[in-house]
């Protein structure tokens, strides 16, 4: 099936998703409004550095103003709750993104949930998450967001379908799962405790990978004819799916490199310029 694979390739879906946004982007600007995202890094992780840097290069790209807040890997949860709450108190910031993960001594929830809910373009909150769950969020997790974004804009349908979802983290796969369920499919949440994960793998028509393992998807998992989505991102650019083994299995599966990235990317910033649209209609009012 590989000669006919369709290749989801998110770079494209990114770059429509930027089109959009920057119209909307010049739109406020015209209103006096200047849309801003702050990034926090505790820490001096590689991997989040990069991440970081990528998600500020991209805000310039579109004419979204970034701002960086590195502090040291020994802050404290107070400290650093301290910090949010400084953000969320500024009426500049329209978005705020604490990058996870943060040191193992920190309260990632517990700062997570000092996030403003107006200000939690990354949906890591627990009220965002519980919105969502209802399909209620404005700002869905980024990359579960991204997921489905890919799946619509490849006209490929949800509704009917087995959706297998590896990975059950509280930003990734439990947010999916419900978005694909909301979007009715007939959804399976596999973990690290599931029994036979390969047989269940096999009964799915579609297959988000979230589970954080390189090349952790096999071949001979795959129905012929699945969609395959890989949200993994492991050293070397690797995904959570062996990509050359399952591609011939697939009718459309998604690249790592140049997947799901680069959409989630551009929904933080989506959902940044909305925030930061909303701002402008309290002024309004």
Known sequence: ????????????????????????????????????????????????????????????????ESIKVVLPAETTTEELIQEINKLNQDPSVHGILLQ???????????????????????GVTTLGYALNAFGEADYPSCTPQAIIRILDFYNIS???KHAVVIGRSPILGKPVSAMLLNRNATVTTCHSRTVNIEAIVKQADIVVAAVGKPNFVQ?????????????????????DVDYDACLPHSSAITPVPGGVGPVTIATLIEHTVKSAYKSLLKQEQ
């Open 1 to 64: 099936m590989s000669d006919n694979t369709l290749i989801l390739n998110g770079q494209t879906v990114a770059d429509y998703m930027r089109e959009e946004t920057g119209a909307k982007v010049k739109e406020l600007k015209e209103q006096g409004i200047q849309p801003c995202l702050a990034t926090i890094l505790v820490g001096d992780d590689p991997s989040s550095a990069t991440y970081v840097r990528m998600k500020g290069n991209a805000c310039a790209r579109i004419g979204v």
């Open 100 to 122: 996870h993960p943060v040191p193992h001594h920190i309260d990632e929830r517990a700062c997570f949930d000092t996030i403003s809910i107006e200000k939690d373009v990354d």
């Open 158 to 160: 949800m509704e009917g």
């Open 219 to 239: 071949g001979d998992w795959i129905k012929p004819g699945a969609v395959v989505v890989d949200a993994g991102y492991n050293k070397g650019n690797i995904g």
